[in-house]
Structures are given as structure tokens and as C-alpha cells.
């Protein structure tokens, strides 16, 4: 399929330090802190854990909006792509 993967290189967490702050984020505030009883209780807990980090908690790379208000910003502009 003429398909290239490109892999960061191991330790080198600025390759893609977007996702590298999201998984330290992840990591602290929900893997972290709760046990998880089965599949299902991981399953609501990160639930949960996503919602409050969408759509309740701000972030300062977002001038302190949450994800959902930039979203729903972008999407209310006319001239918006999305």
C-alpha cells in the first residue's frame, strides 16, 4: 500500500510533545490514582477522567479554554473548515 511508518525515536519525548504532555497528564491524574476492578471500571473511570479534561478543565496551551470551547469555536466561524 506504499504506506511509510515513522516511529519516535525511543526516549526522545520531543519527537511529538503534544502527545507526550497528554500522556504525562494521563498517566498523573487517572492511571495513576485508581485502581481498576475490571475492564468496565477502567473502562468508566477514563471515561469520566476524558470528559472532566474536555470539557470542564482548562488549558493554559488553549489561552484557558477547554478543548470543547475551542472546538465549538472553530465550528461557529463562518470561514471555518470544519
Known sequence: N??????????????N?????????????CLNINWFLSIQDADEKIKNWREEYNHFRPHS?????????VVKMYINK???PI
Open 17 to 29: 510533545p503534544f502527545i507526550e504532555s497528554f500522556n504525562g497528564s494521563f498517566r498523573d491524574e
Open 2 to 15: 506504499k504506506v511509510t511508518l515513522d516511529f519516535s525515536r525511543p526516549g526522545k519525548p520531543t519527537d
Open 78 to 80: 463562518p470561514e471555518s
Open 61 to 69: 496551551s488553549l489561552n484557558g479554554m477547554t478543548p470543547n470551547e
